[in-house]
């Protein structure tokens, strides 16, 4: 897939003021500071279409990008620290939840995780609950450039070693570097893929 045009459609914190959901849409989450905005950056093509923050916790807001005037890429708030007021940080976990679990044209949640981390509680507690909701998700490693392949291979053995305890089967998995665009091809070809079983349901409902 070749992507031709990327452009910003809202932020919005309302679910019933988001767009029509009449196109496939595939949401990005994380904890603060994993690197979604330089992921979605890498992934569109377009420097600067997702906002870069040194301060962890800078996205408040549901934002929806229009990519090639055919689906939806949203940028959601990560979880975790954000310097934010006990009210605001307890308003997000409602907000993702209505959105993750009622947005009819959802059709994947990326869940993206720091490579160079071991497992974070928080970031398996999430994906556990991803999966109570059977809710369909990818997980994308991220900042693969800032190790090794021999310390990538390990972190990955670890991650997978600990979700199969629990997991009879994994999500599918990509590993991604924004640096060097490892992933993009692979995580494209998963929306694209994606695009035309939505578009074929879709229009089958039609006729």
Not at 49 to 77: C, E
Not at 112 to 129: K, V
């Given at each position: 897939m070749d992507i031709?045009?990327?452009?910003?459609?809202?932020?919005?914190?309302?679910?019933?003021?988001?767009?029509?959901?009449?196109k496939a849409e595939y949401a990005f989450i994380g904890r603060s500071n994993v690197g979604k905005s330089s992921l979605i950056n890498m992934l569109t093509?377009?420097?600067?279409?997702?906002?870069?923050?040194?301060r962890p916790g800078k996205?408040?807001?549901?934002?929806?990008?229009?990519?090639?005037?055919?689906?939806?890429?949203?940028?959601?708030p990560g979880y975790g620290?954000?310097?934010?007021?006990?009210?605001?940080?307890?308003?997000?976990?409602?907000?993702?939840?209505?959105?993750?679990?009622?947005?009819?044209?959802?059709?994947?949640?990326?869940?993206?995780?720091?490579l160079r981390l071991e497992p974070q509680a928080i970031d398996l507690e999430f994906i556990q609950w991803m999966g109570n909701n059977n809710l369909p998700m990818v997980l994308i490693f991220t900042k693969a450039d800032k190790m090794g392949s021999?310390?990538?291979?390990?972190?990955?053995?670890?991650y997978k070693k600990i979700l199969l305890q629990t997991w009879e089967e994994l999500p599918p998995i990509v590993?991604?570097?924004?640096?060097?665009?490892?992933?993009?091809?692979?995580?494209?070809?998963?929306?694209e893929d994606e695009n035309r079983r939505f578009n074929d349901y879709t229009n089958s409902i039609i006729t």
């Amino acid at each position: 897939m070749d992507i031709e045009s990327a452009v910003f459609v809202q932020s919005n914190t309302q679910i019933v003021a988001l767009p029509k959901p009449d196109k496939a849409e595939y949401a990005f989450i994380g904890r603060s500071n994993v690197g979604k905005s330089s992921l979605i950056n890498m992934l569109t093509g377009v420097k600067g279409l997702a906002k870069i923050s040194g301060r962890p916790g800078k996205t408040i807001t549901i934002n929806h990008f229009l990519i090639n005037n055919q689906w939806f890429l949203v940028d959601l708030p990560g979880y975790g620290y954000a310097r934010r007021s006990k009210a605001e940080r307890e308003r997000w976990p409602e907000m993702l939840r209505a959105y993750l679990t009622k947005r009819k044209n959802l059709v994947y949640t990326f869940v993206l995780l720091d490579l160079r981390l071991e497992p974070q509680a928080i970031d398996l507690e999430f994906i556990q609950w991803m999966g109570n909701n059977n809710l369909p998700m990818v997980l994308i490693f991220t900042k693969a450039d800032k190790m090794g392949s021999s310390t990538c291979d390990k972190n990955l053995a670890a991650y997978k070693k600990i979700l199969l305890q629990t997991w009879e089967e994994l999500p599918p998995i990509v590993v991604t570097s924004a640096v060097a665009k490892t992933g993009r091809a692979e995580l494209l070809s998963i929306i694209e893929d994606e695009n035309r079983r939505f578009n074929d349901y879709t229009n089958s409902i039609i006729t």
